[in-house]
């Protein structure tokens, strides 16, 4: 049992149950795994009309995926490993702000939880006091504006396990932090159930309003949850390390980054960090 008194297994009813209705009907698949490589790639190996509004959760990832070729660590027992597949019609505007849109989502469902204090990492890791506590990977397979089918996944640090020997330190190349960790007021913290019942809504409920209106209807809440904006940092862009003061991102979603020698740059790759990490 996890602190919340429920079972900490994943449950497919207790998620479902987690739900609002109306929103609840918008997921048309639930699959649960015990051990997978990737949720994202079990979702992309599933029949075309089985994919959209279909989510996967797997209690251990053997092959978890992050951006730019990285890994993400899966243990098992207590994070989430989620993935949902959307297949967008024509929305008249190019996909590339939706990873930004996917970690706005993500942030409101943190805070439904009881976080405080969490942010963004430009374009979608979400950080606490500097530490990565969730990652977000979306794979899409489309072309220009047109249909499209998004995958998104989100690997939450819900409550890691011990570090005795600190083996996840030498797996993780980044200071990283756990919800059990964070949260400090005397409400317990969400079993897995709860936390994935949370994201599916947010995520639902933010992919049909991106498909109707785009990321100015997230813009506002973006700036508020950007951790990086004002901030002195380092952008390594294909293989070249660029120093600059952030200033928020593009109707694209790039990085507008100051520099002294160039002014004002987008960039819509490369790995951030702060000056004083």
């Not at 940092?233 to 790039?254: C, F, K, P, R, T």
């Amino acid at each position: 049992m996890d602190n919340t008194g429920h079972t900490n297994s994943l449950d497919a009813t207790l998620i479902r149950r987690g739900m609002a209705p109306a929103i609840q009907a918008k997921l048309r698949d639930l699959t649960l795994l015990r051990e997978t490589g990737s949720t994202n790639t079990v979702v992309l190996d599933l029949p075309a009309d089985r994919q959209h509004a279909h989510a996967v959760l797997a209690d251990c990832q053997t092959g978890g995926r992050g951006r730019r070729q990285k890994t993400w660590h899966s243990p098992a027992g207590g994070n989430v490993y989620l993935s949902l597949g959307w297949r967008f019609r024509n929305t008249g505007w190019p996909l590339s702000t939706l990873p930004l849109v996917v970690a706005v989502a993500v942030c409101r469902a943190l805070g439904r939880a009881g976080l405080e204090g969490h942010g963004i990492k430009w374009p979608n890791d979400i950080l606490v006091n500097g530490k990565k506590l969730a990652g977000i990977l979306v794979e899409l397979n489309s072309q220009g504006s047109g249909p499209a089918l998004a995958v998104i996944g989100v690997g939450l640090n819900a409550r890691m396990p011990p570090d005795n020997r600190g083996e996840l330190s030498d797996a993780i190349d980044r200071p990283w932090t756990d919800l059990s960790s964070e949260i400090k007021t005397q409400v317990p913290v969400a079993g897995r159930n709860r936390l994935a019942a949370l994201l599916l809504e947010e995520l639902l409920t933010a992919l049909e309003a991106y498909q109707s209106h785009g990321f100015p209807t997230f813009s506002s809440a973006w700036q508020e949850l950007d951790l990086l904006r004002g901030r002195t940092i380092w952008l390594e862009h294909n293989g070249v390390q660029i120093s600059g003061e952030a200033q928020g991102v593009d109707a694209s979603g790039g990085l507008l980054l100051k520099t002294l020698s160039s002014g004002v740059q987008v960039f819509h790759s490369g790995e951030v960090s702060v000056h004083h990490e």
